[in-house]
């Protein structure tokens, strides 16, 4: 067996590697770069190495900098993780030669696979079905305009050694072709060294279905059921789950017999995953093989019972798979969802800084039966860098059931604190709550046609709203009477609580009566409705559980997160972001009367909409520039954002250039 892993790799999957190698009583070896220095996974690991500068391109994928962490920690094994040089043939071959085990594929897989261009024409002498397209590389702009013309639009624009959605553009019309190729091959060079792009015909309200895979050195082979991977945005999956909730039986078993023949055809062994696109009629078409652990591996072993990092450590130290294909079994349902750092109010825009409160829910067995699982490679007051990919983690629920795994998932993100940062909680929250999402009918296109204008957070209806009411309502009854209680007043001076209310919040007001109980409160609406409310909540926590609507095998638990700003109180549930105000009924009549600031007019500014170096400025003082034009390119998180005039106008003033770092919301040009 194995005696000491080096992880080639950083974040939450070396930290998922390294349990599972501290679970077999193997040694673990860490490597960092500068902004990596006090990284969890370098805490965790029995050693660490530093390997060069924050940038990948200076430490994470330069192979004689890994060598040399090896040869000083005498390790006889490198896990790649996944991104970085896990597809990396060149880095697998090094590491043969060297004498040293590779946890993951054979060289020869590693090259047939990695190139996408020649892994879809071994699949389909494998006899699995692909998607038409151009197989032969590709030159210039002009060329890709023309072959995605005789291909058909839409087309996808894709680098051959792509992955993670670097390097990918949906191209509708010769000038997106043109544009699309170009940035594609720019990430493409940025992330991987390599700008050999592809185009291949973009298949309309597909879903993305992959299949993992896995064998070992002896010529077994097995599939171990899919992964429904259609939620994506920018080409980046953001929810999985195991299995599909599309696919039958018979599907399945012809998609699983396809990946392992495939995985047969270039001789593949270890961990592995076959994507496919599938149509409405259950037709599918090969895209890629993943030549490593993917990131949404979690739901598949939450479904199997199966760890996939283990499998992949034991294959590599020639071991037998100990188990058939007749004895991998699906049991239940597990759903993941990314924690990005990234802001959805700003369309998703990458966010860097400090995360000044990192709170997790529990893992482990829940008391209702469900699991939550959380990989994660960040900790509180952790720094969330812009040189690398922006997942802070994977939270995963277990439930016997898909709607209960949803609503697993819907509890678990409400416990989920995370501050300092733009992040997608909200977002993550307001999916699990949308009806299609809970019926299943998922397609890749599913984040744009379900927020076309952009995510602004969940409206609360009027049921939501008087939850949320309640509890704002009891509170602000704790607020007061804590304040009440202070010591040093002069006797028989107290103020006595009211317990008539006005409630603001989201276009919601009403006059509600507190009755108060030993437990809690009764809030009484206008109406006559009543609704219990009860909680441990006291001033100072962030994140408290309410009960609401008698007792707790008959109401309602909510995990809301409760922030007070001034006299005003911030609820935060299920995507919902409020800012109630609770009121007597005289100050809320004055409340009315008093005028409304209105925000800076930035109309005539392009401003940096997140922190990232500007690589480009393509227009100058004084020039006329139409709606849609290119103004300038932003860098952050290794993806380049174009910046378009949204309107006609003439330049008055660039106040950045090519090379500058800006911040959020720094002035880029003014427009007259």
């Known amino acids: ?22 679970k077999m009583g193997i040694a673990t070896v860490a490597v960092y770069s500068d902004a990596d220095r006090d990284a969890l996974h370098v805490r965790m690991a029995d050693e660490a190495v530093h390997i060069g500068p924050a940038p990948s391109s200076q430490s994470y994928i330069v192979i004689d900098r890994i060598l ?22 060149a880095f697998a071959a090094a590491l043969e030669k060297a004498g040293v085990a590779f946890i993951g594929p054979p060289v020869k897989a590693i090259e047939a696979m990695g190139d996408k261009i020649t892994s879809k024409r071994i699949a389909a002498e494998a006899g699995v079905s692909t998607v038409p397209g151009h197989m032969g590389l590709i030159e210039d702009a002009d060329e890709a305009v023309k072959i995605a013309a005789s291909i058909g639009y839409p087309v996808m624009i894709k680098a051959s050694a792509g992955g993670g959605g670097k390097g990918m553009r949906i191209a509708w019309n010769d000038a997106e072709a043109r544009e699309g190729f170009q940035s594609s091959r720019n990430e493409a060079k940025s992330s991987f060294g390599d700008d050999r792009i592809f185009i291949e015909k973009f298949v309309d309200q597909p879903r993305h279905i992959e299949i993992q895979v896995l064998g070992d050195r002896h010529g077994n082979t097995l599939y171990l059921g899919e992964r429904e991977c259609s939620i994506q945005r920018r080409n980046q999956k953001v929810i999985e789950e195991a299995p599909s909730p599309f696919l039958d039986v018979a ?38 093989m993943n030549t490593r652990l993917q990131v949404e591996h979690p739901v598949t072993e939450l479904v199997t019972g ?81 040189y690398y990919d922006p997942m802070i983690a994977k939270l995963c629920t277990w439930a016997p059931d898909r709607l209960k795994a949803i609503e697993a998932m819907g509890a678990a993100l409400d416990d989920f604190e995370v ?12 999916v699990m709550g949308q009806e299609r999402f809970r019926s299943g009918k998922l397609t890749t296109a599913y984040i744009a046609e379900e927020f076309p204008e952009g995510f602004a957070g969940v409206q609360p209806d009027e049921a939501a709203a008087r939850k949320l009411a309640a509890i704002a309502a009891l509170v602000n009854q704790t607020l007061q009477e804590r304040a009440v209680r202070i010591s040093g007043t002069i006797g028989n001076h107290r103020r006595v609580v009211g317990r008539e209310w006005i409630v603001t919040l ?43 609507g008698g007792s707790k095998r008959g109401g309602e638990t909510m995990g809301v997160k409760v922030n007070l700003i001034g006299s005003a109180i911030r609820l935060r549930w299920r995507g919902m972001d409020v800012t109630a105000r609770v009121r007597s009924p005289r100050v809320a009549e004055l409340a009315r009367l008093m005028p409304k600031k209105l925000p800076p007019d930035t109309s005539k500014m392009l401003l940096c909409p997140m922190p990232g170096v500007i690589t ?55 427009f007259e």
């Not at 892993?5 to 501290?22: Q, Y």
């Not at 954002?641 to 911040?663: D, F, I, M, P």
């Open 1 to 22: 067996m194995i005696s000491k892993i080096l992880i080639a790799n950083r974040g939450e999957i070396a930290v998922r590697v390294i349990r599972t190698a501290k």
């Open 68 to 89: 040399e962490a090896i040869r000083k920690t005498g390790a006889d094994a490198v896990h790649p993780g996944y991104g970085f040089l896990s597809e990396n043939p």
């Open 251 to 288: 599907t399945r078993k012809a998609m699983g017999e396809q990946a392992v023949a495939l995985a047969k055809a270039v001789g593949y062994f270890s961990a592995g995953t076959v994507e496919f696109i599938v149509d409405g009629a259950r037709q599918f078409y090969f895209l890629e």
């Open 306 to 386: 199966i760890d996939l990092v283990e499998q992949m450590i034991r294959v590599a130290a020639g071991e037998k798979l100990a188990f058939g294909q007749d004895d991998v079994k699906l049991a239940g349902w597990a759903i993941e969802s990314r924690l990005y750092a990234e802001d959805p109010y700003r369309n998703f825009l990458p966010s860097i800084g400090r995360l000044t409160r990192y709170r997790p829910p529990a893992e482990g067995k829940q008391d209702d039966g469900t699991v939550v699982r959380n990989d994660t490679g960040v900790f509180e007051g952790g720094e969330i860098s812009m």
């Open 419 to 430: 501050e300092g940062i733009g992040h997608n909680l909200p977002f993550l929250s307001a």
């Open 506 to 548: 989201a276009g919601f007001e009403e006059m509600v009566t507190l009755e108060t109980t030993s437990d809690g409160a009764t809030v009484v609406f206008a109406d006559g409705t009543r609704l219990s409310a009860a909680s441990g909540w006291l001033p100072g926590r962030s994140h408290a559980a309410f009960h609401l």
């Open 616 to 670: 480009s400025v393509a227009v100058k003082m004084g020039d006329a520039v139409e709606a849609g034009q290119t103004l300038a390119t932003v860098e952050a998180m290794k993806m380049e954002n174009v910046l378009k005039a949204e309107r006609k106008g003439v330049v008055k003033r660039v106040a950045a250039s090519a090379g500058q770092s800006l911040a959020v919301d720094e002035l880029i040009m003014e």
